[in-house]
């Protein structure tokens, strides 16, 4: 039975209860939620001891720190920053490696899956900015695991971290799996995206829809842009858009303001983030799209070292400057329990306002951060 109440919704609790007595509710306003059937439960503690917020976590100290970006300006074009995590789809693509990364269903719902072609490929990359459901890949990789096969997850540090916990607690040998972790700020609860969307472009649960949803594009940095068969169906800035208005004033899941994985050390063999660019050098194309990288272990470097050898450039670059570039690297998002107030506000005052009035307030304490650090 768990004991601690923060829960980020990766689902290996679910996945490992052997009396499948444990439910995940991520449909929440405040919170992610475990529902457990106290009756079925036989107090094991499997579930504490796979869960990346209460388990012990090995976490590792970067090796080498890299400046890096993908040879194939195709791949730069189509992802966040540097086109690392492509680069890496199409190593594994090339090499009988499995890769996994996430992908929107019918559902607009962002689901981890094993990705098998280049048209997938190309909908994985990009950053989104949205909760991202395991959806069945602890017991799938455990699986691919036992038969010998190759593996590369990558994902963010919570999932990656449940992943392990639970090839540990299975006894699967992880020595084929290389696990890749992606800096990260917090995710908005799942339901506001949901809502957006339905608002915003009408989707509904179209299993046809062809289209993709960027976070991204180069040409709208952190707004919203829909396409549907190449057309572009939606497409605001990030000081129009009311989701990513949430997520840049930082309402983030209350597990993410109290995250263990917002340190230096990490729980991936390779860490990707983007390249901080101070804002000078932000038109400089070239240094813009660039990835930071840390790699946390020998299995780690050797992938690095393959990388190397076509995929991407890449010039080391000291730990100690990514970690400091980065609070991301030292510390959660700052707690301000925003989903509470929100919620009453939103209660009275109706979503639109609720918005406005927490961009807002954000850009007043943005401002007073900024002004202290001075
Ligand atoms: C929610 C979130 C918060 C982040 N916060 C920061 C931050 O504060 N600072 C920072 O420097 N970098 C952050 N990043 C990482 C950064 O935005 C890039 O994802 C990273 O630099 C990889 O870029 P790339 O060009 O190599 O990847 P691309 O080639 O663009 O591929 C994108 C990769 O990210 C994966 N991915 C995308 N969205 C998700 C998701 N929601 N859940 C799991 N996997 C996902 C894809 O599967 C793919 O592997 C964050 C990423 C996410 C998803
Ligand atoms: S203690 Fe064991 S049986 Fe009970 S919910 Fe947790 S994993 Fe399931
Ligand atoms: S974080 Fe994961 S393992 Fe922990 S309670 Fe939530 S779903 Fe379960
Ligand atoms: S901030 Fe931490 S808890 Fe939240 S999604 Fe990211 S890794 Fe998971």
């Known amino acids: 039975m768990e ?32 529902i457990i059937k106290k009756e079925e439960c036989i107090n094991c503690h499997l579930c504490e001891r ?15 720190g890299f400046n890096a970006y993908a040879l194939r ?9 540097g086109g690392i995590a492509s680069s ?41 900015y949205v909760y991202s459901d395991m959806n069945g890949m602890h017991s799938l990789v455990a699986s691919k695991l036992c038969n010998g096969e190759k593996i590369l997850f990558i994902g963010l540090p919570c999932h990656v971290a449940g992943l392990l916990n639970y090839c540990r607690l299975k006894n699967v ?17 799942p339901i506001y995206f949901t809502e957006h969307l339905r608002k915003v472009v009408g989707l509904q649960m179209d299993t046809d829809f062809e289209g993709n949803i960027l976070f991204r594009a180069k040409r709208n940095p952190y707004g919203l842009t829909v396409t549907n068969k190449s057309a572009v169906i939606y497409d605001k800035s990030r000081c129009e858009d009311e989701y990513m208005k949430m997520y840049i004033a930082g309402m983030c899941a209350k597990s993410c303001c109290q995250c263990r994985f917002a340190q230096m050390d990490r729980i991936g ?21 660039q990835s930071s990288v840390l790699i946390n272990s020998l ?21 100690k400057d990514i970690v400091s570039e980065d609070e991301r690297l ?3 998002s700052p707690m301000l329990n925003k989903y509470d107030w929100f919620g009453k506000i939103e209660k009275y005052f109706g979503h639109s306002m609720a918005v406005n009035i927490l961009w807002y307030l954000s850009g007043i304490v943005q401002n007073c951060r900024k002004k202290k650090r001075r």
């Open 3 to 34: 004991k601690n109440n923060i829960c980020s919704g990766c689902r290996a609790c679910e996945a490992i209860c052997p009396k499948e007595c444990i439910k995940i509710n991520v449909s929440g306003r405040k919170e992610f939620t475990k």
């Open 50 to 64: 796979v869960c990346p917020h209460t388990a012990h976590i090995d976490l590792k100290e970067p090796l080498k």
């Open 73 to 81: 300006s195709s791949v730069i074009r189509r992802s966040s920053s």
């Open 88 to 128: 890496m789809y199409e190593y594994c693509m090339e090499n009988s490696i499995t890769g996994i990364g996430v992908l929107f269903d019918g559902n607009f719902n962002l689901n981890y899956t094993a990705i098998k072609n280049e048209k997938q490929m190309r909908k994985a990359a990009g950053s989104k």
């Open 173 to 189: 040998d992880t020595e084929n799996l290389i696990t890749v972790d992606l800096v990260c700020h917090g995710v908005v609860m």
């Open 269 to 289: 063999d390779i860490t990707i983030k983007d390249r901080s660019t101070p804002c000078e050098k932000r038109k400089d194309y070239r240094v813009a799209n």
């Open 299 to 319: 299995k780690g470097m050797k992938l690095w070292d393959c990388l190397r050898e076509g995929k991407i450039k890449a010039e080391e670059y000291g730990v």
């Open 330 to 332: 030292q510390f959660p």
